[in-house]
């Protein structure tokens, strides 16, 4: 029995003890009514009060997807459309426990197993909202995916078994049908107002566009490896051993102007990756307010980086990066607009794997990343506006990222050449009848500025694109 017919007999058997007809529901209602009455400090410091009082909560997505290259190379398209279901009891003395599952039909989609015919190159975007280790595959996509216990003890809590993180490094990317999820211990304590730290150990994950869970050593590879330092094809997927991530992070409110936040993640055996990040507002007139932020980020290489063997290694040994950003803007009720740059140094590779979560970086746009690459200027403007009697908001952003020489193999692991990126994402939130339903439309499109020496390979599903999203989403 798989994991969601799993999960579908436990909601089956949670529905089930409800009444179907309108009798039953008074003579239901009747019995319940007295039942309270007569033992109510019983039943809600019981086991089975939690789990009858505990939420449901439901999700319809669907996805379309069309990514239009230069002409000669082939363009993709998709259509996805699933759903899923969580539950949540209530609490038990302090603890609550909670379980998710989700299914997705490819309903209309390109033949993802037939590479490019000019650069013999697979999908890149489109197969991400299916199974990507299993491109023919259209029908019986499912997953397990949050499975956890909760202790809550005043303002503390701690979490241990399948669950949803959002860290700066670790995160849900779920910019496709579902996110990346972790499992593991995590911690999170908030002593005072001004302080919360949070963190723990994760020993697996189950990237988004998978259906499968993984060790966090094994995770690393199973999206696209890239070149290493000296060119040659990498070769790290299933050849890494590490015990898990252990992740610590701290954020702390220097009044109401600063906001100081510090991270380690540390990949035992792999890497370590170290950030700090200050985040400035002050109040103008007219309720408007000026921000700005400063990130550093040092990474460095753990014993072997994974493997004794270098070209089985993740991280190079001895291999550290250094990135930096700053960012500034304004903004009020209605507008918010910013200029945001990053520079990742050359004296090595930012890396951070792909399959954990979107980078940090305040240039960042999607659709492209700069992970994998050093000596990187990249610079982006930002402009949002809201809506709110539309129940609209709009999002434009451009911006320009120099990247290495696509044959500097040491800084340019995927072999993307500098280019322009261009976002334009609009979301419309439904009201009355329909409410729950929203609806986003998100272009993008990227240019190529820097060399390709005439190979399609580096510009199929990387530049001179254009790609097209219509996402529905329905909560209930």
Not at 289 to 296: L, N
Request: charged share 20%; net charge positive; hydrophobic share 35%.
């Amino acid at each position: 029995m798989n994991s969601i017919r799993m999960l579908l007999v436990l909601m089956v058997i949670f529905a089930g003890r409800l009444p179907v007809s309108a009798q039953e529901i008074t003579h239901a209602a009747s019995q319940q009514v007295a039942a309270q009455k007569n033992k109510q400090e019983e039943d809600t410091t019981t086991l089975l009060h939690a789990f009858k009082n505990g939420s449901f909560h439901g999700h319809f997505r669907y996805f379309f997807m069309l990514t239009d290259n230069e002409r000669g190379l082939t363009d993709y398209y998709a259509n996805a459309a699933g759903g899923g279901i969580k539950y949540e009891t209530a609490r038990f003395h302090g603890f609550s426990f909670g379980l998710s599952g989700f299914f997705i039909f490819n309903t209309g989609s390109s033949n993802f197993a037939k590479p490019d015919t000019t650069t013999g190159q697979y999908n890149r975007y489109e197969i991400a909202l299916f199974d990507i280790e299993d491109p023919n595959n259209k029908k019986d996509i499912n997953r397990l995916e949050e499975f956890h216990l909760t202790y809550n003890y005043r303002n503390s809590r701690i979490i241990f078994g399948r669950q949803l993180l959002n860290t700066p490094f670790i995160n849900l990317q779920d910019g496709r049908m579902r996110p990346t999820i972790a499992e593991g211990i995590w911690m999170e304590s908030a002593p005072s107002k001004k302080i919360k730290l949070e963190g723990g150990w994760l020993y697996a994950l189950s990237p988004r566009g998978t259906t499968r869970w993984y060790s966090t050593a094994k995770s690393i590879g199973v999206y696209s490896q890239g070149v290493n330092a000296d060119g040659s094809k990498s070769d790290y997927a299933n050849n890494l051993g590490s015990r898990g991530v252990f992740i610590i992070g701290g954020h702390y409110a220097a009044g109401n102007q600063i906001r100081l936040q510090a991270w380690n993640v540390f990949a035992e055996n792999i890497f370590n990756t170290a950030m700090l990040q200050a985040d400035f507002t002050a109040s103008l007139k007219n309720n408007q307010f000026f921000f700005a932020a400063a990130q550093v980020i040092r990474q460095d290489a753990v014993h072997d980086g994974g493997n004794n063997n270098a070209a089985k290694a993740y991280f190079e040994k001895g291999g550290k990066s250094i990135s930096f950003g700053l960012k500034a803007g304004w903004k009020n009720k209605l507008w918010e607009a910013s200029i945001n740059y990053n520079r990742i140094t050359s004296i090595g590779r930012y890396l951070m794997p792909r399959e954990w979560g979107k980078e940090p970086f305040f240039t960042f746009l999607q659709r492209e990343r700069n992970e994998g690459f050093g000596d990187v200027h990249a610079l982006m403007a930002r402009i949002d506006r809201s809506l709110p009697e539309q129940r609209i908001k709009i999002s434009l952003a451009a911006g320009y990222y120099r990247m290495p020489d696509i044959k500097n193999y040491r800084l340019n692991k995927y072999g993307l050449p500098s280019y322009c990126h261009i976002n334009s994402d609009i979301h419309y939130t439904f009201a009355g009848k329909l409410k729950g339903l929203e609806a986003q439309v998100l272009l993008t499109a990227k240019v190529k500025e820097g060399a390709t020496y005439g190979d399609k390979k580096y510009e199929f599903n990387k530049v001179n694109m254009v790609q097209y999203n219509f996402i529905l989403n329905y909560h209930f």
